[in-house]
């Protein structure tokens, strides 16, 4: 069947409720490389519980139970195997806790038509128990093979990087066993660590998480640009160009630009792109 964006948009999801701990926020942070060096000031407010810090990048990890699925949403029929996790977007309403109990709603924000995809935006809305919003997250899904049902296409890509020098460029090793730690995270996927299934999807080893580069790069944004206060961060988009391999150095480029930081991530040592029509909005 082909989709039906009137119907899917139309659909409401139950609200789901959730919570998580500053266990929760720790792992996190160690997933996409937080505590190195271990006793660095810095680095022990992202790993240690005393002045635990948050970084925005968090909220991707964090899961409401009981507020439906996207396999459930009439008008919206895909095949989850040929499912792209395209793009992501998060707004920061106010400064995220090292603890939280939560609920909030999902609902589906749009449906473009790409051709041989349909792009769908995913969006969860994010409140306190007592009602107060905490954040919002945005997911841009490609569904392969799902196009031409009739639908715009969307907007033209936002936040291009300038033809010029970056402003700054950090450099953010990570370890071999990168994606072992974040997949502790709840993304169990086995790409990122079995490399049976790894070479069956055409890479020669398993690779990082696409959230993890995202958190990666988000980190080393607010260390050398908002000299570590994550709640500086208002809004943070950032779309998946490319992959990135346990071991690598991303290399983290920067650009000041009203009021944002744009950004790209880039392999150091492939020089390929691993993360581009990135932008960090301040408060």
Not at 168 to 196: I, M, S, W
Not at 236 to 249: C, I, L, S
Request: charged residues 25%.
């Amino acid at each position: 069947m082909p989709i039906d964006r009137d119907k899917a948009m139309a659909y409401e999801f139950p609200e789901g409720t959730g919570s998580y701990s500053n266990d929760e926020v720790i792992l996190y942070h160690l997933g996409v490389g937080a505590g190195v060096p271990a006793t660095d000031a810095g680095e022990l407010e992202y790993t240690y519980e005393k002045n635990l810090k948050v970084l925005p990048s968090f909220v991707t990890t964090v899961l409401l139970s009981g507020g439906g699925s996207m396999m459930s949403v009439p008008g919206l029929e895909f095949n989850p195997m040929m499912l792209l996790h395209g793009e992501q977007d998060i707004e920061i309403h106010r400064p995220l806790p090292p603890e939280a109990k939560m609920k909030g709603r999902t609902r589906i924000a749009d449906i473009y038509d790409k051709g041989k995809a349909a792009l769908t935006i995913l969006e969860n809305s994010v409140s306190t128990e007592d009602g107060e919003p905490l954040f919002t997250t945005r997911m841009a899904l490609f569904m392969r093979g799902e196009g031409g049902f009739g639908g715009e296409s969307g907007p033209p890509a936002a936040n291009q990087a300038p033809d010029r020098e970056p402003d700054a460029v950090f450099e953010a090793a990570t370890l071999p066993q990168q994606a072992l730690l974040y997949r502790l995270n709840g993304d169990k996927n086995p790409l990122h660590c079995d490399p049976e299934f790894a070479s069956m999807g055409g890479f020669d080893v398993p690779i990082i998480h696409g959230l993890c580069s995202y958190g990666i790069t988000c980190k080393a944004v607010v260390d050398g640009m908002l000299d570590g206060d994550p709640t500086r961060v208002a809004r943070y988009q950032a779309r998946f160009k490319g992959v990135a391999w346990p071991g690598e150095t991303y290399q983290v480029r920067c650009w000041k630009e009203d009021g944002k930081i744009l950004i790209e991530a880039w392999s150091k040592e492939r020089n390929e792109a691993i993360i581009t029509n990135a932008a960090v909005t301040l408060r």
